[in-house]
């Protein structure tokens, strides 16, 4: 009685210890976003987001190119290392026991422990020594690799989550391999697959030093994938660093925008989890 009576004031306890824990990180996000609302909020509007950045002691300005490199520069990367990352995640969830997926599978584990400098500097190494410039595409072909560890595990884990039992009348019924991939697995895993892909598009939108070693940075628009281009985290780097108050006024209003954006993708992802998770 005495033993049963103390595991449950431990459990009590610990039970106590993981909501104070999580009420701390809570409070901290919640911090965090409203000093970067209170800070960024005047700033924000319809000219600062279309708006090219001025010189200094020059009023107004915005950051248009920054997003729109930004925007550019992510899409390129998910175009890049969704279709390559997903055959990948089909790879290893048909071969789960091949010697060639278990390496597969450890080797994207340590690129996901790779810090984002070392994948900057691998392609600064790679395509901007080689070129002799700064890039659009360089700084896409990193964020592509930043990218790629979180899609092909989650991708996988949702393939994964599809019952063995479908896919096993599936090919009861005739179906080849590559027509039970194709028309079962990954529509029954597509919602999870979206999740994915949209957690690691917010991971990169926040990159900054992959992107400042390959795309560096511009205060003009961009016409060509081949030229230097601003994004928004660069931005936010140089300007909280200067020594001049409207810039750091309009850092604050970039970093809005930013979290706001990275916000959006990580809460519409949980939603999304959560409802797929329920209808199974």
């Not at 595991?7 to 009420?23: D, I, M, Q, S, T």
């Not at 005047?42 to 020059?58: E, I």
């Amino acid at each position: 009685m005495k033993n049963i009576q103390k595991r449950k004031a431990l459990g009590a306890l610990f039970e106590v210890l993981c909501v104070l824990a999580a009420g701390v990180a809570i409070m901290v996000l919640a911090l965090i976003l409203y000093y970067v609302f209170r800070r960024g909020v005047a700033v924000v509007n319809f000219s600062f987001l279309t708006s090219l950045p001025t010189p200094v002691g020059v009023a107004g300005g915005g950051i248009g190119n920054a997003l729109i490199g930004s925007l550019l520069m992510v899409g390129l990367g998910a175009l890049i290392a969704v279709p390559v990352c997903i055959a990948g995640a089909i790879y290893l969830d048909q071969n789960p026991a091949s010697k060639l997926a278990a390496y597969a599978r450890f080797a994207t584990r340590v690129l996901s422990g790779i810090p984002s400098m070392v994948v900057g500097l691998f392609v600064f190494s790679q395509l901007v020594l080689r070129t002799g410039h700064y890039s659009a595409l360089a700084g896409g072909v990193a964020l592509s690799i930043v990218m790629a560890p979180v899609i092909t595990l989650s991708a996988e884990e949702m393939l994964r989550l599809v019952p063995s039992s479908q896919r096993e009348a599936s090919m009861a019924l005739g179906a080849t391999k590559q027509q039970t991939v194709f028309r079962l697995i990954l529509p029954g895993a597509a919602g999870g697959l979206i999740v994915g892909v949209m957690l690691a598009v917010a991971l990169a939108a926040g990159q900054t030093a992959p992107v400042l070693l390959t795309a560096l940075t511009s205060r003009f628009w961009l016409t060509s994938l081949a030229q230097p281009t601003a994004s928004l985290p660069v931005l936010i780097y140089h300007y909280a660093t200067s020594p001049f108050a409207d810039w750091q006024a309009h850092a604050w209003g970039a970093a809005l925008v930013l979290v706001a954006v990275i916000l959006v993708l990580n809460v519409t992802a949980q939603v999304l989890l959560g409802l797929i998770n329920r209808r199974r």
